[in-house]
């Protein structure tokens, strides 16, 4: 798709559907893909701090991260069968490893901290003994436990080990109820999908962008999942955007904006028909 459609699209996306506006519908999706990104940028920087001021490693036993209130805090707990807090880094919006605090006191878990821990030990005992969890090579599954109001979610991620390369789907995600029993656990995508970049083949071209396609059990709209890859790896990639296209829309994400857009398909065909129309009368004027 050229650059002269992808404008035309996205002005119409913008504009031209009113309350029915699909754009509209998605951005709670994009909200919670935001979180996600969240805390996996705060989970990035904080292991790199922790690790540099924590020596004792046989005593870590696992960590994850959080928003609290406008601090995004990354917390390490210890290896014991009534783990205690070990490691608290928190960080600001701007995630400015000079200006984040490393706290190494040793404390219990708040309420929240310890709702999280519970939902996330619960996730990788469901990972460890159900074969709908896959792993493949040079990956790993990252936990991402989430809290909003009375919803207690756990997503797992496909993050790359290599670089020059972007991953989508096998991904997942288990819901549980305020006693934290797991209600539903879920594959989001059915497949694994590597999208390479930066290769010897491609230096000193323009990558516009990229794309991927859903299965319509995996929905209409761009996953939680997918705009957190993207938010974490697309400016890695220099896209300027990445487009999924489902049975109903095609979903525009603009990774130089991080806004997302989404297009009726049959607003597509339209515009597709309309510039192979006018292809067909420029050719023909030349041939003239």
Known sequence: MNNTLTIILTLLGLSVFGQNNPTDEAQPIVAEGRLLYKSEMTSWYGTDLFLENYKDRENIGGYFSYTDQDLSKCIFFSKADKPKVIGTISFDSTYNTKTADVNLTERDFTKTENNLYEIRKLALTEINSDTL???YKNTNLNLIPLIIGQDKKVYVLTGPQNS??????????????E??????????HKNIIPVYYGSKEEEGKQTVGSMHSHLPETGHFMTATDICTLMLYGKFAKWEQHIVVSEKYMNIW?????QLTVIPKDVVDKINKDQENRNKKDKKKKDE
Not at 165 to 175: A, K, P, R, S
């Open 133 to 135: 969890f896959k792993t």
């Open 164 to 177: 020059g390369v972007v991953i989508f789907g096998n991904d997942y995600l288990l819901t549980f109820d």
């Open 179 to 188: 006693n934290n029993k797991l209600l539903i656990k879920k594959q989001l």
């Open 254 to 258: 603009s990774c130089k904006t991080d």
